[in-house]
């Protein structure tokens, strides 16, 4: 249709029920059916009129980080009702990091799907998605951004602190921790029974600098999410509150947004990654922040990375690398308080899904007297960010290190390479005690990357050789193309790029060969020789299951998957 000076005339977008109808060959018809069918849950004329917004329930039996969503869904709804529009929650996929095998990363890119399409197909002028488990917000982004629907996060929260004989415990970095004590006959059958029932005492997210924390401190970061909402308790009348508040935003969002596309651009990405370092946050989230942005056409430059945390320290005194939890975050000043501290490495002129800028955000920060949480740059946790890429022969294509929780006398070490071909031959063979192991080696994981295990799951924390353990090691260098909780703490390099699986030169490696890692050169090299190498790489064969039938999602998974440095979401997403 055109005027007649042949100016095209744009119809208004379909909004509410007259949005994303089902295909019949006549609109009509498909709109008298839709709301035929609906009027059978007893909604009005009135109700049917206004604008709907869409909302995740991602509550499962299986997803204790999960648990309050039932709770979050009657506050969103609320919320939407007071501001005039229509809520109506839908369900997607949900996934628990402890619940999913073989690896909740090998099902984050399923939830994504399931999250695009259902936003897709149904008649959603905003949605409000509701997540927190590990995978499950980089999920509900990824799908996000590809739906290009006005959305905004709300995060589950994280679970408050437990105690065990006066300690103050942190879930899962004294998990870790505390199952090492035991696997070295320090905590026997009994208390680590105990323990168990103390290391996560409510509903939530771990309440460490986890992958869960994380992205809930990114979400605020990328200003898709409502300030200072990322770091609520799970449990607190304040995390209701916000659920009712990003309710009424999205309400406000379905009247002309800003989309996904318009707030997720470079510089929301590299305040992002600045916040990423400053927070000592997990390595996965790196991961997860190359599959968002490659969903919105971007790419996450690892080189940059790096640079940026050569020159933004770590400001957050949360485990594992340093000693506090998410709750006192938050009470410190949460995340805006942190980008204020942020200063000028930030964009202060990004846009947020509130309307104002990240720098109107951070100078409206709370500032609480006497709190050492968030510290100055003045007076860092740590010199530097968090997390290093190193490259070298061994990861031609990246890899990474997260220094700020690891033991300094390691960060420029060589030794000699312990290697275990798959995570089943490191559980086999790690506790023998025959095992060739001293503290000096190195111990190399190889097949355990996005295709090799596959999911690439987080068995990149080896565990300490039974008898190293008992014997008072603590750390040692470990190698591996897998991922690590970020609740963890030691020298461990992640992520090595290509994997080992495809023909990377990690499983080139054999043991005995010397291994060098040197943290400020961001070098990570296998001493051996080219001519040597290139005769192994003759003599390399895939694992088995790469060359066995396959089927369904598991199929789609082994020929798709791409690297980590690019995500490691599928290739025709």
């Excluded at 000076?5 to 949005?19: C, E, F, N, Q, V």
């Excluded at 939407?80 to 073989?102: C, K, Q, R, W, Y």
């Excluded at 409000?128 to 982004?141: F, N």
């Excluded at 295990?453 to 353990?469: H, V």
Aim: hydrophobic share 40%.
């Amino acid at each position: 249709m055109s005027t007649s000076d042949d100016t095209p005339i744009l119809k208004p977008a379909a909004r509410g029920m007259r949005r994303n109808l089902a295909t019949y060959g006549d609109p009509g018809f498909s709109l008298f059916l839709r709301k035929a069918f609906i009027k059978a849950a007893g909604f009005s004329d009135d109700a049917l009129d206004r604008p709907i917004i869409g909302i995740t329930n991602t509550f499962s039996d299986f997803n204790p980080c999960h648990g309050n969503v039932p709770r979050l869904i009657e506050a969103v709804k609320r919320g939407v009702m007071l501001a005039g529009g229509l809520p109506m929650e839908f369900p997607t996929i949900s996934i628990h990091e402890s619940f999913a095998n073989p690896t909740s990363m090998f099902l984050r890119n399923l939830m994504a799907i399931d999250t695009e399409e259902m936003i897709r197909a149904q008649p959603c002028d905003s949605v409000v998605l509701i997540g927190g488990c590990d995978k499950t917000v980089p999920a509900q982004l990824m799908g996000a951004v590809s739906a290009d629907v006005p959305a905004i996060q709300l995060i589950t929260g994280p679970m408050l602190v437990g105690h065990h004989k006066g300690e103050v415990l942190g879930a899962c970095t004294d998990c870790r921790r505390l199952w090492g004590q035991h696997r070295a006959g320090q905590i026997d059958e009994a208390e680590i029974e105990v323990l168990s029932g103390r290391l996560a005492p409510t509903q939530g997210t771990c309440m460490v600098m986890g992958t869960a924390s994380t992205m809930g401190c990114l979400v605020e970061a990328l200003g898709i999410a409502l300030p200072g909402s990322g770091t609520i308790p799970a449990t607190h009348a304040d995390r209701i509150r916000a659920a009712e508040a990003s309710g009424r935003e999205a309400v406000r969002l379905a009247q002309g947004g800003p989309k996904p596309s318009e707030l997720l651009t470079e510089t929301a990405f590299r305040n992002a990654l600045t916040v990423l370092q400053a927070i000592g946050g997990s390595t996965n989230g790196l991961v997860h922040l190359a599959a968002i942005a490659r969903r919105a056409g971007l790419s996450i430059d690892l080189e940059e990375f790096d640079a940026i945390g050569r020159k933004v320290p770590v400001l957050i005194d949360l485990k594992p690398s340093g000693d506090h939890c998410m709750e006192h975050f938050h009470w410190a000043g949460g995340v805006p308080k942190l980008m204020k501290e942020l200063g000028d490495h930030l964009d202060r002129s990004a846009p947020t899904i509130d309307g104002r800028t990240i720098g109107e955000i951070a100078d409206a920060a709370e500032d609480v007297p006497n709190q050492t949480i968030i510290r100055t740059a003045a007076s860092p946790v740590k010199p530097t960010g968090g997390m290093a890429v190193l490259r070298g022969n061994l990861a031609p294509g990246g890899a990474v290190i997260k220094h700020s929780a690891a033991s300094p006398a390691l960060m420029t070490h060589t030794g000699r390479a312990v290697v275990f071909t798959s995570v089943e031959d490191m559980v086999t063979r790690m506790d023998d005690p025959s095992l060739d192991v001293t503290a000096d080696d190195v111990l190399v994981l190889t097949n355990a990357g996005p295709r090799g295990a596959p999911g690439m799951p987080e068995a990149g924390y080896i565990p300490i050789p039974k008898k190293l353990a008992q014997a008072g090691v603590k750390d040692m260098v470990r190698i591996s193309d897998a991922r690590m909780s970020g609740t963890a703490f030691g020298t461990i390099v992640l992520h090595i790029t290509p994997e080992s699986a495809v023909g990377g030169p990690l499983g080139l490696v054999r043991d005995g060969d010397m291994i060098r890692l040197d943290v400020e050169a961001r070098e990570i090299a296998l001493l051996v020789e080219d001519a040597e190498l290139e005769r192994r790489r003759s003599e390399w064969q895939p694992p088995a299951h790469l060359a066995e039938p396959s089927r369904g999602y598991r199929h789609l998974y082994l020929t798709t998957v791409l690297q980590a440095d690019e995500g490691c979401d599928f290739d025709f997403c």
